[in-house]
């Protein structure tokens, strides 16, 4: 169960089906009654765009990612500019009934918020691009380096930060946003005689990139040069001048993401934790912001140390790889 409601498209799916009832019905109490679905469908919309997102961070080579990237926020596109203008003819031949006014409707309004997430993630995607001369070159990922006394080590810049943290920022910024969208609309009825189409992206151009630029302000701001190092027996991870260390056998679980704008390592070793994102961070010019994937020596250190691969078929597709201690080895020592 906690996986079925782990996945954005599952969330996408119940938001927007709710957003379509309460639209057709119009039975929740409100005198302004398209408020709660309105804001139901942007965060449905979001869901859908991250879902969608999921699906293209598995896709490689980089190329081929960015050309299917485009290519499906330029079909969503198209397909809702479609239904937009569809929408006077099909309410001049009574087609649709009422409860079939308000599915059209909401998958209106989460393909716009799903196109202009999916724009947002291009727009985030290209700058991880930088311009050598007239030449644009992809930035090159973190590289392992042979340790000084054992084993590799990797650098990089990241936020210090929970995931659960990151999440609540992004959702919180949509909701804003959303709350922002709506009170202009009540304060300015006339705006949507320009079209809805045009009314959300001009929402999203006044609204969406000054808040997209001011939390991105905010990561970098809590941007930290990093690094972790995996020796022979124990690991250690600075984060600016803090530096945490443990032994392989004291580490209980760890998780490790590349590949995604939600690059992150998090690692909980004897009750303590220690959470980095990476995706979101200030990286130097050259270097992407994303991780390298674990050695194989690091692997089997970590198998050998009690912990055990449990990633599933999906995680691995999508880059994460997450070690979790089965049981403590006999031989444990710290």
Sequence with gaps: ????????VVWAALLIAAASVLFATGSFGLSDDWIVPFLLTLLGGWFAGNAILDGLNRVEPFRIRIMLHVGATAAIALTIWAM?????????TGILPDSGWGVFFALQMAGLVTVAWLALALLHTVTALV???SKPVERRLPEWEAAESDGAIVRFSAAPMRFG???????????VASLLGAGLMLAFPAVMNVGPMVVIIAFALVIGLPLYAIISAMFRARSRRCSILFGDRRLRLEVGDDVFECGYAQLDELLWRRGSEYARIELSARGEQRSLIVGVAKQPPEVAPNLPE??????RLLEAAGLEDVSSAREVRSGLTRYRRQAVPASATG
Aim: hydrophobic share 45%; no cysteine; charged share 20%.
């Design 84 to 92: 937009f203008l569809w929408t006077k003819p099909l309410a001049q």
């Design 294 to 299: 674990l050695p194989r020596r690091t692997k």
């Design 165 to 175: 943290a990151l999440t609540g920022v992004i959702v919180g910024t949509v909701i």
């Design 131 to 133: 311009k050598v001369g």
């Design 1 to 8: 169960m906690r996986r079925i409601f782990g996945k954005p």
